[in-house]
């Protein structure tokens, strides 16, 4: 997740990568046998509530009338459930004017504690819910500074779908590797010769000159998986040593990371015209064999669909994760997960109805459950999935309309709990590895998550954009790397040094309670 104000979705590359997995809230499971039962009554005023949820769609829209899967969650539930389907691209737009209306659904995802967010929780437009999570038994073991980071002026006001705490890790063509008689590279220094094979060795056998070395976009979404060692070039907040956070571009190994990169365009080692490329573009290269590196979410980039994709090309596609290399000064290790990916918000409203405020917990609740969980991934059996040797697999039915495209909150990724339904025995392996890969050495995680600097509200889309361009333009040759003390000065002059006294402020408060 970015700062506040920036949207999740850079990271959504990830998301768009594993579209059937987020489509159902990132749930995953084991093969236990799931049904209808085991579920709840009506509200305990004996009422049968209505329930609306708008949640974030990534992928093909589910049934909302008629369906199989909403029907199976009423029953389990003890509700009418109206589900509010909306595609990403248009999901912030649609809060906004959500909002704005008044009428807002009982359950309503927000993506990210971002600026709007605060504003309307400032305003007393969300329910409070920390005087609540004691009585649920899920909801009360999910991590103190989970909740620490969804408190603001003292409140929490919503229930996080919960996510697996590895983020970003690189993962390496292993054929390419194997065909050159490579090692895995240890190393920055490794690492830049082995995407200069990529580049000039004909890694794909083809007698062409026409792969690179890493899979770059000209917004960087790859930089957390490539300079994870380096904590640097992250549009995130991280400790300075000294008390406080200071900002990924201004870590002390940005500079070197920004001279790696502008010696490795000059080399060829990037895609010539990598600056028009969005993440999902670059993803696009690597699956088609065109680059063999790229700075990849950890399990939600091994996807059925993205593998089917490189095995249309290449038959042969083998992939690793490649183990945090050991940076300058000897740190290895990726950046951390926070342990969510948005949260349900609540009306203020609904405060006059504390039965239904109950039944709506209680709901989510069941879901990051292990029974309610297993029950929304699967549905109901011989509906929505079926019996194979001894394992469960999703009817067609339960692909179009089964309970896991109606999911809310979710189980945390973990264990067997990072499947999707479709995952093979190979992918399994892989998406096990990244997970241990992502997790080695000494893994950090962004500290700006939950705060909130008004300035960075106004002017922070503004100053992450310049210093991206800034930073092109240096990897471009169009300035030396020795601008870059100038671009961070200037990014200070405008607005970058309230931004850091603001943050920390905020930062050095979270951390007093």
Request: proline share 4%; with cysteine; glycine share 12%.
């Amino acid at each position: 997740m970015k700062l506040p104000g920036k949207k999740v979705l850079s990271l959504i590359l990830a998301c768009t990568m594993a579209a059937s997995l987020l489509a159902a809230c990132g749930n995953g499971g084991g093969a236990k046998e799931s049904n209808a039962g085991g579920g709840q009554s009506a509200g305990e005023d004996g009422k049968k509530y209505s329930v609306s949820a708008m949640n974030i769609l990534f992928g093909a829209a589910p049934p909302t009338t008629n369906s199989t899967g909403i029907k199976a969650i009423e029953d389990r539930y003890g509700i009418e459930f109206k589900y509010i389907p909306v595609a990403a691209g248009d999901y912030t737009n649609k809060v906004g004017v959500t909002v704005a209306s008044g009428d807002m659904p009982d359950l309503m995802l927000m993506e990210d504690p971002n600026a709007n967010y605060f504003n309307w929780a400032g305003s007393g437009m969300f329910l409070p819910i920390e005087d609540y999570i004691k009585d649920y038994p899920n909801l009360s073991k999910i991590p103190q500074e989970i909740w620490d980071m969804l408190t603001y002026e003292g409140h929490i006001y919503g229930v996080p779908r919960l996510r697996g705490i590895p983020f970003h890790a690189m993962v390496i063509r292993q054929d390419w590797l194997d065909k050159l008689g490579l090692k895995m590279p240890a190393n920055y220094d490794e690492l830049y010769e082995v995407m200069k094979a990529f580049t000039l060795s004909d890694p794909d056998g083809n007698g062409k000159k026409d792969t690179y070395g890493f899979a770059l976009d000209g917004t960087f979404s790859g930089f957390n998986g490539l300079f994870g060692s380096y904590r640097a070039l992250r549009f995130g907040w991280f400790e300075d040593g000294q008390g406080g956070i200071t900002h990924g571009y201004m870590m002390p190994n940005a500079k070197d990371a920004v001279a790696f990169l502008a010696r490795g365009y000059k080399d060829g080692l990037f895609s010539p015209d990598y600056t028009i490329k969005k993440g999902t573009q670059a993803d696009e290269d690597f699956l088609t064999g065109k680059a063999g590196i790229i700075g990849n979410w950890a399990y939600t980039a091994f996807s059925k669909a993205r593998f089917d994709k490189a095995y249309s090309v290449n038959k042969d596609f083998r992939v690793a994760s490649v183990p945090p290399l050991t940076g300058p000064d000897g740190y290895k290790g990726y950046g951390k997960y926070h342990g969510f990916y948005g949260f349900f918000v609540m009306p203020a409203s609904l405060g006059k109805d504390e039965d239904k405020v109950k039944k709506l917990l209680s709901i989510l609740d069941d879901q990051i459950g292990d029974e309610g969980a297993e029950f929304m991934k699967w549905g109901v059996e011989n509906e929505h999935h079926k019996q194979e040797n001894g394992q469960n697999v999703l009817t067609d039915k339960g692909l179009i309309e089964g309970t896991g495209k109606y999911v809310l909150t979710n189980h945390a990724a973990e264990g067997e709990w990072i499947y999707n339904p479709d995952d093979w025995d190979e992918l399994k392996k892989m998406k096990d590895e990244n997970f241990k890969v992502a997790m080695e050495g000494e893994p950090y995680s962004d500290q700006s998550i939950g705060l909130f600097s008004p300035t960075y509200s106004e002017k922070g889309k503004e100053l992450d954009q310049f210093l991206t361009d800034q930073v092109n333009k240096i990897i471009l040759g169009e300035r030396p790397v020795d601008d870059y003390d100038k671009i961070i000065q200037e990014w200070k002059g405008r607005g970058g040094e309230q931004i850091i006294k603001e943050f920390n402020e905020a930062y050095q408060k979270r951390k007093q309670g």
